[in-house]
């Protein structure tokens, strides 16, 4: 009878740790996707506390990060899992890295802010905000994925990151046409460029944990191709 109790209280602080994994990975979405939205508020406000804090605030994800990794540390050495609960760990980590990476263009978005407010505004902004929001659309999505091991919105999610390309490319031509038309908007349109394409960079770390959700659920890779297009413009 002792030994079932040991073996039942194993289980439950194995499931409970896995817990804290996962709610520790939920915590850094979030925290990177509000990341985001402050990012492109403060550029849009021409908020340059707002900016600093955003930038201030990267240290808090880090952190997170940082614990996800002693976490599956402890859990790889003390549990060695196997199988499903291998593929649960491991992915944790992969996902809490490519968190990390957005909420590092958050804060590249907030700098640029920083900069792009000693310049009028220019119209072009709408297009960041709209990419913006798609992009957080589509963070929200993937965690609740994530939490919920929910393979159809994963996929739903994959694909959906075309979107974010398109807008892309479109918001990159009309940066060109503004910058020819008049020359004093080039500084600004530059600016607008370079955080446009941490978005559409996201909107790939968004994908990269689409494909890890996959894999978690099913073992195997998320098969098919997103088209990127021939075409697809750099700052």
Not at 16 to 36: C, H
Not at 45 to 54: F, G, H, I, P, Y
Not at 211 to 216: A, M, N, R, T, W
Request: charged share 30%; with cysteine; hydrophobic share 45%.
């Amino acid at each position: 009878m002792a030994h079932d109790k040991d073996t039942a209280h194993t289980v439950k602080s194995y499931d409970e740790e896995l817990a804290l994994l996962v709610n520790t990975i939920a915590l850094m979405g979030t925290l990177a996707e509000t990341q985001l939205a402050n990012a492109v508020q403060a550029m849009l406000q021409r908020d340059s506390d707002l900016a600093n804090q955003v930038v201030a605030e990267d240290v808090k994800i880090d952190e997170l990060e940082q614990d996800v990794h002693k976490r599956v540390v402890r859990l790889l050495a003390l549990r060695q899992p196997v199988a499903i609960d291998l593929r649960h760990i491991v992915i944790g980590l992969k996902v809490s890295s490519d968190l990390e990476r957005i909420a590092d263009y958050a804060t590249n978005l907030a700098k640029r802010s920083i900069v792009l407010n000693q310049f009028p505004l220019v119209n072009p902004v709408t297009g960041i905000v709209r990419m913006s929001r798609l992009a957080q659309e589509l963070i929200r999505d993937v965690i609740s994925a994530y939490i919920e091991r929910d393979r159809d919105r994963a996929i739903t999610t994959w694909r959906r990151d075309e979107e974010v390309d398109e807008m892309y490319i479109s918001l990159f031509r009309e940066l060109v046409t503004y910058m020819m038309e008049d020359p004093r908007n080039i500084t600004a349109c530059t600016h607008l460029m370079f955080m446009a394409k941490n978005i559409e960079r996201i909107g790939d770390h968004v994908t990269n944990i689409a494909e890890s959700i996959h894999f978690l659920i099913e073992g195997t890779p998320l098969r098919g191709r997103r088209s990127k297009g021939e075409m697809h413009p750099s700052p």
